[in-house]
Nanobody
C-alpha cells in the first residue's frame, strides 16, 4: 500500500519562509511526475508546482520566483521551499504523485492528507 505523508506546514508571518516535505512509502516500483497542489477555503484545488522524473519543473504564475520544488529519487521524497510568503498563499497543501507499484502495470495517482499553511501577522 502506497502512502504519501506531508509535513512542514504551520503559521508564518508575511514575507517568511516554510519548507514542506512529502515522503512516499510502501510498495513502489517507480515514481513519475510529482506535484504540489493547494486548496484555500472556498476555492478549488489548484496546481502549485510539478517536477518530472528528470527534474523538469513547472510553477503556477502566482508562485514563480518564490517557491522551489525539488525531489530526491533515492529517498522517494518531494519538497517545496516557499519564500516571501503572502497571505494569499494560505491553504492546505497536498502532495500528489503518479506511481507505478509493480513493473508493467498501470500507473495511478496518489494523494497525501494535506498540511495547513497559514500566512498571517
Amino acid at each position: 500500500q502506497v502512502q504519501l505523508v506531508e509535513s512542514g506546514g504551520g503559521l508564518v508571518q508575511p514575507g517568511g519562509s516554510l519548507r514542506l516535505s512529502c515522503a512516499a512509502s510502501g510498495s513502489i516500483f517507480s515514481i513519475y511526475t510529482m506535484y504540489w497542489y493547494r486548496q484555500a477555503p472556498g476555492k478549488q484545488r489548484e496546481l502549485v508546482a510539478s517536477v518530472s522524473e528528470g527534474n523538469f519543473t513547472t510553477y503556477a504564475d502566482s508562485v514563480q520566483g518564490r517557491f522551489t520544488i525539488s525531489r530526491d529519487n533515492a529517498k522517494n521524497t518531494l519538497d517545496l521551499q516557499m519564500n516571501s510568503l503572502k497571505p494569499e498563499d494560505t491553504a492546505v497543501y497536498y502532495c500528489n504523485a503518479v506511481i507505478m507499484v509493480v513493473a508493467n502495470t498501470p500507473m495511478r495517482s496518489y494523494w497525501g492528507q494535506g498540511t495547513q499553511v497559514t500566512v498571517s501577522s
